[in-house]
């Protein structure tokens, strides 16, 4: 079974920059394709990037498109997201998970998460 571990995280002011990244083993990271989501305080998980595998295709939720991007190493095992131009809504903690993920479940693997907080 694959393993997640996300990094990258921190406090930042809002306009401000981070590159998350996430290490993958214990498995074929390139056979995935693979998502970021996003929990911030008191609220569900929010989904907000996906890569195919090869990461040819890349999809956005609106919130954050134009601003995040997501990109993949796959001779390193490693899932990216590039954020740019942040927002105080974009505080949450950020986990990336193996597939396709538009809604987290019990089933959903992913990792322990990495906390972005955007405060001035």
């Known amino acids: 079974e694959v393993r997640l571990v996300e990094s990258g995280g921190g406090l930042v002011q809002p306009g401000g920059s981070l590159r998350l990244s996430c290490a993958a083993s214990g498995s074929t990271f390139r056979n995935y394709a693979m998502t970021w989501v996003r929990q911030a305080p008191g609220k569900g998980f929010e989904w907000v990037s996906s890569i195919s595998r090869g990461g040819d295709d890349t999809y956005y939720a609106d919130s954050v498109k134009g601003r995040f991007t997501i990109s993949r190493d796959d001779a390193k095992g490693t899932l990216y997201l590039q954020l740019n131009s942040l927002k105080t809504e974009d505080t949450a903690m950020y986990y990336c998970?193996?597939?396709?993920?538009?809604?987290?479940?019990?089933?959903?693997?992913r990792g322990q998460g990495t906390q972005v907080t955007v405060s001035s």
């Open positions: 998970a193996k597939d396709i993920v538009m809604v987290v479940t019990p089933n959903t693997v």
